[in-house]
């Protein structure tokens, strides 16, 4: 197609508000799939996002679309994540694309994280058109709804387009409405190629595969190019696009969205943000700007619960890398449990998708510390050092100040959970920085220490506020705080991998919480296992995991051989997420116990 029949657009919602189904009815409208392939949700390709039913990695699609003008258009569109911890992958998507559907649930109203995408649209010089969507449910408001978008994001929202994705109703005018008002991409098929690698994944039997955005240019299949950060060159193997199945088309135009495999096998060898280049004019062509490195907000200990699968551990987290630039790893060893990673995240839900990539998609089993957040030392000599362990923290006698993260929190919610929302914001020492009335909800912006925020506010919210609060927040600064690290003894050996950095108000509370649900987590041994929480060397809580009673273990032996084999299938099972830590047993739960304690 020519360039001024391509639209390229993204959907920007907040979890739940219809994004995939949309992008579901649009793909049925353009017949890229039946709707027997239809059935389930084909944009979340992975098993993970279908049982949580959230859309983790972004997707692209291309489309053709009938129009009522005669003419027929080619959309590409990419999906993208609404969760909190993936914005880097919204902005990212964004980059490729001229148009952004913002759609919100017109019986829920605005979200936090829309308006935060929303943003990062307009920024970016996107056109947005408001969706509203789910028209068919009886609680649907559309005045009120076009109103909020009006009055939190500023944007024209009188002419809406209301839709249900379900129903499939008024999506025939929307896609009207998109070929309309989202402006072309610009480009020149004619001149050097210049296209930028918006995603990366590693195929097993292609390699490397990339989803591209072609700024200028035309790229054919067998034409030599060049990565313009290695300043390697290959040959362009298979090039095509996403219907959403992989279809080869051999060539893409300036304007256009698709996927390029050059048989890399190198992971690192096609890095998200590179511009790829034709080999021959790769001199006449400038590196485009790339990708912001997003910085990971939390860190966990990851630690093979074998030790003989570290290196298939490491080469799990490589390949987990190249398409999730927030991911960063770094080898760490454990007095307690080993040798394994320290793993940076965007966030706990981050944390627990990739844990659970890396369990499923490679086979690995892992045991994860509790997550912490980065803090600064300042030390007495004026060397500032990053800490995102608490294990390692430098021994406090040579430390003049240390420093905790805060960020910038804004939440948005009706008025009658207000109450809730501040009185947790205060327990988390929240300060109060604004708080406005917008439409029909109430918009508080909060600092917070950031170890407050991503370890489980989100979800506290969610509860306190019958789902309807919203959250987003951004790493503002690093403050000077009074914090200890809270270590803990199992029979008098201190345990690094149980360590914390906590307020020195909570020490106390929380030592006392700690211990009492440690107790119940670690299970009975032959043996009295005594619990200690510490600061700086002295005990401020105790309890003790009395032993077990002889004639319990007893009746494991003896009995019937089925009852035997069930048995050691439960201890199997069981042994899967424990590690022995001197004589003891401590399963993966006690190692999270210090974030449940609230
Ligand atoms: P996403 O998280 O934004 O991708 O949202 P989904 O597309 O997964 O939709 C979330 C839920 O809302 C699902 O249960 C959908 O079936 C439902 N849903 C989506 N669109 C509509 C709609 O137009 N009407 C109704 N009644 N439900 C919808
Ligand atoms: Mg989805």
């Not at 964004?94 to 979200?111: K, M, N, S």
């Not at 943000?273 to 939390?298: N, S």
Request: charged fraction near 25%.
């Amino acid at each position: 197609p020519s360039l001024k029949h391509i639209r390229n657009f993204s959907i920007i919602a907040h979890i739940d508000h219809g994004k995939s189904t949309l992008a579901d009815r649009i793909i049925q409208l353009c017949e890229g799939l039946s709707v027997r392939e239809l059935k389930e949700q084909v944009l979340d390709t992975m098993d993970i996002e279908r049982e949580r039913g959230i859309t983790i990695k972004a997707q692209s699609v291309t489309l053709d679309y009938h129009a009522d003008d005669g003419n027929t258009y080619q959309l590409n569109f990419i999906d993208t994540p609404g969760h909190v911890d993936f914005s880097y992958e919204v902005s990212r998507s964004l980059y490729a694309c001229e148009g952004a559907l913002l759609v919100v649930d017109a019986g829920q109203g605005v979200e936090a994280q829309s308006v935060a995408n929303c943003y990062t649209a307009i920024e970016q010089g996107l056109e947005v058109l408001p969706v509203l969507n789910k028209m068919d449910l009886p609680q649907a408001d559309p005045d009120k709804v076009s109103q909020e978008i009006e009055e939190i994001i500023g944007l024209d929202a009188t002419d809406a387009c209301q839709v249900s994705a379900k129903s499939g109703m008024g999506m025939e005018a929307l896609l009207e409405r998109l070929v309309r008002d989202i402006p072309p991409p610009k480009g020149d098929p004619e001149a050097p190629l210049q296209a930028l690698i918006i995603d990366s994944w590693f195929d097993n039997y292609l390699g490397v595969v990339s989803l591209v955005r072609l700024f200028d240019g035309t790229l054919k299949k067998g034409e030599k190019i060049r990565l313009k950060s290695t300043g390697r060159d290959w040959e362009a193997g298979a090039i095509g696009i996403f219907t959403p199945k992989r279809k080869e088309t051999g060539v893409l135009r300036a304007g256009e969205v698709g996927f390029i495999v050059a048989g890399i096998k190198d992971i690192m060898g096609a890095p998200v943000g590179d511009t790829i280049v034709h080999t021959k004019t790769a001199d006449k062509v400038e590196r485009l700007p790339g990708f912001l490195k997003v910085k990971p907000q939390v860190y966990a200990g990851m630690f093979p619960i074998s030790s003989d699968d570290f290196e298939d551990f490491r080469d799990a987290l490589q390949k987990l890398a190249l398409n999730d630039a927030s991911l960063d790893y770094e080898p760490e060893n454990s007095d307690a449990l080993g040798f394994g990673f320290r793993v940076g995240f965007l966030g706990t839900l981050h944390m627990e998708i990739i844990q659970e990539r890396l369990e499923r998609e490679y086979g690995l089993d892992l045991l994860t510390t509790a997550p912490t957040v980065i803090y600064e030392v300042r030390m007495d000599n004026g060397d500032v050092l990053p800490v995102s362990n608490p294990s390692k923290l430098p021994d406090m006698a040579n430390v003049d100040e240390l420093r905790e993260p805060i960020c910038r929190a804004t939440i948005l919610v009706p008025q009658e959970y207000v109450g809730n929302v501040i009185t947790e914001c205060v327990s988390r020492r929240g300060v109060q920085l604004d708080m406005q009335f917008l439409g029909s909800q109430i918009q508080l912006i909060y600092e917070l220490p950031m170890a407050e925020v991503v370890m489980d506010f989100f979800d506290r919210l969610k509860s306190i506020s019958k789902g309807y609060a919203s959250l987003d927040y951004s790493f503002d600064r690093f403050e000077a705080a009074k914090l200890v690290r809270l270590d803990v003894l199992i029979n008098g050996d201190r345990v690094d991998a149980l360590a914390s950095i906590i307020h020195r108000d909570h020490a106390h509370g929380r030592g006392r919480l700690l211990v009492e649900k440690m107790k119940d987590l670690i299970p009975r041994q032959m043996f009295d296992v005594a619990i200690q929480a510490a600061v700086g060397g002295q005990v401020v809580a105790r309890s003790t995991v009395k032993a077990l009673r002889k004639n319990v273990t007893a009746k494991c032996y003896g009995g019937d051989v089925s009852r035997k084999k069930k048995l050691l299938e439960k201890q199997k099972a069981g042994k899967k997420r424990m590690k022995q830590v001197g004589r003891v047993e401590i399963p993966q739960d006690a190692f999270l116990a210090v974030l449940k304690l609230n």
